[in-house]
């Protein structure tokens, strides 16, 4: 396949993913964000490898633009290698999410390829911030791709990114956890602040 052959297609998929995407899904995630901020609860964006940069991301954003307090546990390289060190990688998101005190006001929020699963094992630090969520009564939310493993199944909420090509499903769950990111960030019942370069016209 050519360069440019492999731009074309790769741009209709992306299109073809957006045309997919369930928008009904969006609006709940979108819903039970601005209650989880209106009862003054926190969020806790969770995510391993590009899911963990776009957790870190997304933090940012709803602290600046939707007035919400979050966190990511990867924004803190020291607390959370020493809690590896300490308790081992599989709690380490368990036992961050411990030290935070989360609870029933609370969620977590994943941005994972596979949504973690036991077995096979991948992510299973995500599966056991999970199910401490599950424990304490916070809710669960999600962008997750393939068949959206145990953040799927457990989520009060969670969009998965529609699958049209197997061979490229990494970049494509990766982007659209940003689009879909910055569509609820900037969305009527979050948004709160202005941007920069959008307030200066």
Known sequence: MSASSHAHRYLEE????AAAI???R????????AAI???????????????????????????????????????????????????????SYAQWLRGSRLGPRDAVFVFSVGGGSVEPRVSVNLVAGLELA??????ILGVVGRDGGVTARMADACLIVPLVNLGAVTPHTE???????????????LRRNEMKWESER
């Open 134 to 139: 599950r424990e304490v009564g916070a809710r």
């Open 26 to 33: 969006v609006e709940r995630i979108a819903a039970l964000l």
């Open 14 to 17: 992306v299109q073809a993913i």
């Open 175 to 189: 982007e659209f956890q940003a689009v879909l990111s910055h569509l609820l960030v900037t969305h009527p019942r």
């Open 37 to 91: 901020r209106d009862d003054g609860g926190r969020l806790f964006f969770l995510g391993v490898g590009g899911g963990a940069a776009q957790a870190s991301h997304a933090a940012a954003d709803f602290r600046t633009i939707a007035g919400m307090e979050c966190y990511a546990p990867t924004d803190n390289v020291a607390e959370l290698t020493a809690r590896i060190n300490d308790h081992g990688w599989d709690s």
């Open 22 to 24: 369930d928008a009904d």
